[in-house]
């Protein structure tokens, strides 16, 4: 063993992935501060050919953290008490609510990634 201030490198080296597919780790800490509306391709539904949903991504690289349906609450009379019940947006009910937003479209219905440079 050598001296400890000759076993301390002087820079953090890059290391290889262990978990991912990627070459190397990232070199900063994911911040899942930016949302953003996806359109996502959905051939499976018949009459549908396109989907939004709300995403969180990194700020720095784009990583998306969540993709998200939003949902609203719509009054019910059940006949014995009114109550609140949870649904799924439209399509130009998310766009209506999230206009201030960018609008991204991605390939996949699950992104890994969504590219920084968005178009509106």
């Given at each position: 063993?050598?001296?400890?201030?000759?076993?301390?490198p002087?820079?953090?080296?890059?290391?290889?992935?262990?978990?991912?597919?990627?070459?190397e780790?990232?070199?900063?800490?994911h911040?899942?501060t930016?949302?953003?509306?996806?359109?996502?391709?959905?051939?499976?539904?018949?009459?549908?050919?396109?989907?939004?949903?709300?995403?969180?991504?990194?700020?720095?690289?784009?990583?998306?953290?969540?993709?998200?349906?939003?949902t609203?609450?719509?009054?019910?009379?059940?006949?014995?008490?009114?109550?609140?019940?949870?649904?799924?947006?439209?399509?130009?009910?998310?766009?209506?609510?999230?206009?201030?937003?960018?609008?991204?479209?991605?390939?996949?219905?699950?992104?890994?990634?969504?590219?920084?440079?968005?178009?509106?």
């Amino acid at each position: 063993m050598g001296n400890l201030e000759n076993d301390i490198p002087k820079y953090k080296k890059k290391k290889k992935s262990t978990t991912s597919k990627s070459r190397e780790k990232s070199n900063h800490k994911h911040e899942y501060t930016e949302k953003c509306v996806v359109k996502y391709p959905t051939p499976y539904l018949v009459g549908k050919e396109f989907s939004y949903g709300l995403v969180t991504y990194c700020k720095h690289c784009g990583k998306v953290a969540s993709l998200t349906h939003p949902t609203k609450e719509e009054h019910v009379n059940t006949g014995i008490a009114n109550a609140f019940m949870s649904v799924f947006m439209t399509n130009e009910e998310i766009l209506e609510y999230y206009k201030d937003l960018d609008v991204v479209e991605v390939e996949d219905m699950f992104p890994k990634y969504v590219s920084i440079t968005k178009s509106k």
